[in-house]
């Protein structure tokens, strides 16, 4: 009887112990919420393309072989592009404006959309002679007034291969 008494009041002691050693932990605040659906309306300035080879990544090449900055090979620094809504807040109209005639990957002008599962991980852009799918390389705050979207190059064999794939980043007009 007596071994059970010491052993309750020594479990009584330790839980003592952690109760009163328990401090409140205060975090900072989190901050505004990412929303690439807001984000994405607006007025866009292209400010880097930069090419990624998978096939070289994938194989173990060297770095200066897997990237290249193609912003500067052709006139990119005039390119901007405006979304706007349509009211729905998940799709619109988009319009690049190109004065130094370079290389678009996708139609100039066309409607948008997002899709992929529900979630709002993907651009539909749909133009008069063909039909685009962009991912969103990375999700930023709208008050960062940044982009990032990703443009994959495939082929097909049975599944969906990428063999190179271009990241956009622009800055808020």
Same mark, same amino acid.
């Given at each position: 009887? +007596?071994?059970?008494?010491?052993?309750?009041?020594? @479990? =009584?002691?330790?839980?003592?112990?952690?109760? /009163?050693?328990?401090?409140?932990?205060?975090?900072?605040?989190? &901050?505004?919420?990412?929303?690439?659906?807001?984000? *994405?309306? &607006?007025?866009?300035? *292209?400010?880097?393309?930069? $090419?990624?080879?998978?096939? @070289? @990544?994938?194989?173990?090449?060297?770095?200066?072989? $897997?990237?290249?900055?193609?912003?500067?090979?052709?006139?990119?620094?005039?390119?901007?592009?405006?979304?706007?809504?349509?009211? /729905?807040?998940?799709?619109? /109209?988009?319009?690049?404006?190109?004065?130094?005639? @370079?290389?678009?990957?996708?139609?100039?002008?066309?409607?948008?959309? =997002? =899709?992929?599962?529900?979630?709002? $991980? !993907?651009? +539909?852009?749909?133009? /008069?002679? !063909?039909?685009?799918?962009?991912?969103?390389?990375?999700?930023?705050?709208?008050?960062?007034?940044?982009?990032?979207?990703?443009?994959? !190059?495939?082929?097909?064999?049975?599944? +969906?291969?990428?063999?190179?794939?271009?990241?956009?980043? =622009?800055?808020?007009?």
């Amino acid at each position: 009887m +007596k071994k059970i008494i010491t052993i309750c009041f020594a @479990a =009584f002691i330790v839980l003592c112990l952690f109760a /009163t050693s328990c401090k409140k932990i205060s975090y900072s605040e989190i &901050g505004e919420s990412i929303s690439v659906e807001k984000n *994405l309306i &607006g007025n866009w300035k *292209l400010d880097s393309i930069i $090419q990624v080879d998978q096939t @070289a @990544a994938d194989k173990g090449f060297p770095a200066f072989v $897997q990237k290249l900055n193609i912003t500067t090979l052709f006139p990119y620094n005039t390119v901007s592009v405006k979304f706007t809504d349509a009211g /729905t807040g998940l799709s619109g /109209t988009y319009a690049f404006t190109n004065p130094g005639n @370079a290389p678009l990957f996708v139609a100039p002008t066309g409607n948008f959309s =997002f =899709f992929e599962n529900g979630a709002s $991980q !993907r651009l +539909k852009l749909v133009g /008069t002679t !063909r039909t685009d799918s962009i991912d969103f390389a990375k999700a930023y705050r709208v008050s960062e007034n940044k982009l990032a979207l990703r443009y994959n !190059r495939a082929f097909y064999t049975g599944t +969906k291969k990428v063999f190179v794939y271009y990241d956009f980043n =622009f800055s808020r007009n």
